[in-house]
């Protein structure tokens, strides 16, 4: 019923625009009415998305989009950096640890001698190349069995654990690596038997008690803190400004064979 009713409606609308003319006029004007607000409502709702889009491809939003993607690229390059590093530390361990310590001993070096030499005195590469081969060589493995050793005899991380590790470091391995350094260094050099013992007795204990300045506090941090397969890493960083000390003693003119 109430179909019928509503088609009779549209009939009998439909009818009476026909038959009065004022009623037809006035349903034309609601239909261009109509029509009007649907093509304005249709162009403000282009105009908007127009207008998104051209903000999108503004210069300012490309700019912040730019430095954003520059911002992620470098931060997955750290990450994905030291995931590789991490990655090598653990499937070769000795060759990652020696070509660490050989890039900080050629660091360390290369700074040495920009604070000691005369600026208008070149750079001795060959003394940065006997650095950086006793970094590949003899820290770097050294420094792998080393803290292995430690660990294993000691495998807490206490604070009295933590001390004795710190003076089995002064007391050992520190002492073995410093004659090492300056009688090997010393030999590379030309030096004979006499002149290295001569070295050892003028530099060896000044050095010592410098050592026992600097390094309690590095190896507290590395033992302490530190996991055991990054504590090289981490004692070699340590490292760098002692080895600009030590390569500069190691640099100093031969000693007297009776001093």
Known sequence: MGIVLQCWKVEYSSFA????????????VFRQQQQSRKAYFGFSNGFKRSKEYNNELSPSSLLTSSFSSKAE???????????????????????????????????????SQTISLP?????????????????????????????????????????????????????????????????????????????IIARLKRDLVPTMINGVMYWPVCDFVTFKFIPVHLQPLVSNS???????????????????SSG
């Open 17 to 28: 625009r026909t038959c009065d003319p004022a009623a037809a006029a006035a349903h034309s």
């Open 73 to 111: 690229n470098a931060a997955f390059f750290k990450i994905g950096f030291i995931g590789w590093y991490l990655g090598m530390v653990k499937s070769r361990p000795i060759l990652t640890k020696s070509a660490t310590s050989s890039l900080i001993y050629i660091a360390a070096d290369l700074s």
């Open 119 to 195: 600026s208008s005195e070149p750079y001795d590469l060959v003394r940065t190349l006997r650095m950086a081969g006793y970094g590949l060589l003899i820290v770097g493995p050294s420094l792998h069995f080393w803290f292995k050793f430690v660990s294993k005899l000691l495998p807490k991380r206490d604070l009295i654990t933590t001390f004795k590790k710190i003076l089995m470091g002064q007391t050992i391995y520190g002492p073995i690596m410093t004659v090492v350094f300056f009688s090997l260094n010393a030999r590379l050099q030309g030096e004979n038997s006499a002149e």
């Open 238 to 256: 340590f490292s760098y400004l002692w080895t600009v000390y030590m390569t500069y003693m190691a640099s100093l003119e031969k000693a007297g």
